[in-house]
């Protein structure tokens, strides 16, 4: 189901942990060797708009029915050849052709997917913002010590046990049992919104405000010149508010980095309250250290020490010809788990599907 998950969102669908288990939970009560009741199960509880049904039977005729689609790229040359041929055709858009602006629109989207982000006009970002939105609402999960009653977990729950045999005169009947439950992990963002990081930071402030309002546990941060908390800016609903509120609160944007300083800073008053411990810590900036390189790879040790899992995202890193040369992203990267992009959409979404599934530390 998380595979399917995936399947959906890969599609255009709005798929969370939440609505996958309400669909696991559907599955538990209806016979799963029957094709109708698992589609319409999946159907009813994974699907919301009318405009996705088209979506999701394809996806699910290709999961589990193995019914041949188009590979990704080819899908893609479909719909860019879809767009070309309605704007070729004379009165296209017009009205009474119902179809051309929803291809067109969903191509648009694949297209922004892939523009840089420093590229993109004030229209084009407020679509991003939207889509980013979406994409970062799943959050990496950890087995909790907290047990609840599951019939297939395989510790037995003594006391549901014991209350339920007093109705049959002693005898325990029916076993119960119980299983670990699975808690969001928690979440440090740390973005740099220093000047040569002021291309991409909007979006990624962006993207910290989604996480922020994934629940609790997640905590955002700025730096330039010095350490900034922004996790009580973050609660609001219009990004572009948020964003209002965030350069206001981190006086230092657009200005210079101190990546070591500010590092130190955190590791000094919230590391110390065990905020990192058991943590995903995230990282976003293009490694341009002003000053004492050794300080950055100093403080970065001290982080990966009590992080669960270290993950930095430099926008540098989605160009061709990229290479670690910036001292502080040298100094750093013997203490990251996970180094990826970040210059566009795709690159965002790739940290989303790597922050879901992170499961140890430096794995493969």
């Not at 002693?170 to 808690?183: N, Y």
């Not at 058991?278 to 100093?298: F, H, K, P």
């Amino acid at each position: 189901m998380v595979a399917f998950g995936r399947v959906l969102r890969e599609a255009g669908l709005e798929v969370g942990p939440g609505r996958l288990a309400d669909a696991l939970t559907g599955l538990d009560h209806v016979d799963v060797t029957l094709r109708d009741d698992v589609y319409w199960t999946l159907r009813q509880t994974l699907v919301s708009r009318e405009e996705d049904l088209d979506a999701f039977d394809r996806a699910f005729r290709a999961w589990f029915l193995r019914a041949p689609v188009l590979p990704p790229a080819r899908r893609r040359e479909e719909r860019l050849r879809v767009v070309r041929d309605a704007s070729a055709e004379p009165g296209a858009g017009e009205a009474g052709d119902k179809e051309t602006p929803s291809k067109t629109g969903y191509s648009a989207d694949e297209i922004l997917r892939h523009k840089d982000l420093a590229d993109l006009t004030h229209e084009e970002f407020d679509r991003i913002a939207q889509l980013i939105a979406g994409l970062a609402s799943r959050r990496p999960k950890r087995r909790s010590r907290r047990l609840r009653p599951d019939h297939r977990g395989r510790e037995l729950d003594l006391r549901r046990l014991v209350r339920a045999s007093l109705a049959t005169g002693g005898d325990p009947a029916e076993r119960a049992f119980r299983r670990r439950i699975e808690t969001p992990r928690k979440v440090i963002a740390i973005v740099d919104v220093s000047g040569s990081m002021e291309a991409y930071s909007r979006a990624l402030v962006v993207f910290l405000h989604a996480l922020v309002r994934s629940g609790r546990g997640v905590e955002a941060f700025a730096f330039g010149t010095r350490l900034t908390r922004l996790t009580p800016d973050l609660h609001g609903r219009d990004h572009a508010r948020v964003l209002e509120l965030a350069a206001e609160r981190a006086s230092d944007w657009s200005g210079g980095t101190r990546i070591g300083a500010a590092v130190k800073a955190f590791n000094d008053e919230w590391g110390r309250r065990a905020l990192t411990r058991g943590a995903v810590v995230l990282i976003a900036s293009d490694g341009w250290e002003r000053e004492d390189a050794g300080l950055v790879g100093r403080e970065m040790a001290r982080l990966s020490r009590q992080a669960y899992a270290v993950v930095w995202v430099n926008p540098l890193k989605g160009h061709p010809d990229y290479q670690p040369l910036a001292g502080g992203m040298r100094a750093a990267l013997p203490y990251i788990d996970r180094f990826l992009p970040g210059q566009n959409l795709a690159s965002l979404e790739e940290l989303a599907d790597v922050l879901t599934g992170i499961e140890r530390r430096h794995a493969a």
